[in-house]
C-alpha cells in the first residue's frame, strides 16, 4: 500500500466535492471540530465517533531512568497524559480488509 500524507486541506477539497458546501464554510467546521475536540481532551474526556473510533487522553507512568539516544544523558520522566486514538468496530474491519498494493 503506497502511503500518502492527506492534509487539512486535502479534506476541505474532498468535503467540498461532496457536497455543496463553500470550502470557506467546510474550513470553519473542520477547525471548529478540531478545536473542541482538543479542548474536550485537554480536560481528560473521551470523544467517541460510532463507526470510526474514540479519542482520549491516556495516562503514561513515569520512569525513573530515561535516557536521550543522542547525548546519552539520563533523566527522570514524570507521569504524563498523551493523546490516544482507538479505531471503532467499522474502521478496522475496513482496514482488515484493505489489499497490499
Known amino acids: 500500500m503506497s502511503e500518502i500524507k492527506v492534509t487539512k486541506s486535502d479534506l476541505i477539497d474532498a468535503v467540498y466535492k461532496s457536497t455543496d458546501i463553500e470550502k470557506q464554510n467546510i474550513q470553519k467546521v473542520i477547525d471548529s471540530f478540531l478545536l473542541h475536540t482538543r479542548e474536550y481532551l485537554e480536560k481528560g474526556n473521551t470523544i467517541e465517533l460510532r463507526g470510526f473510533g474514540t479519542?482520549?487522553?491516556?495516562?503514561?507512568?513515569?520512569r525513573s531512568?530515561?535516557?536521550?539516544?543522542?547525548?546519552?544523558?539520563?533523566?527522570?520522566?514524570?507521569?504524563?497524559?498523551?493523546?490516544?486514538?482507538?479505531?471503532?468496530?467499522?474502521?478496522?474491519?475496513?482496514?482488515?480488509?484493505?489489499?497490499?498494493?
Open 55 to 62: 479519542f482520549e487522553a491516556r495516562l503514561r507512568k513515569g
Open 65 to 101: 531512568s530515561a535516557r536521550n539516544p543522542k547525548t546519552g544523558e539520563t533523566f527522570k520522566v514524570e507521569p504524563h497524559y498523551v493523546a490516544a486514538f482507538r479505531a471503532g468496530q467499522i474502521l478496522k474491519e475496513k482496514l482488515w480488509n484493505l489489499k497490499k498494493k
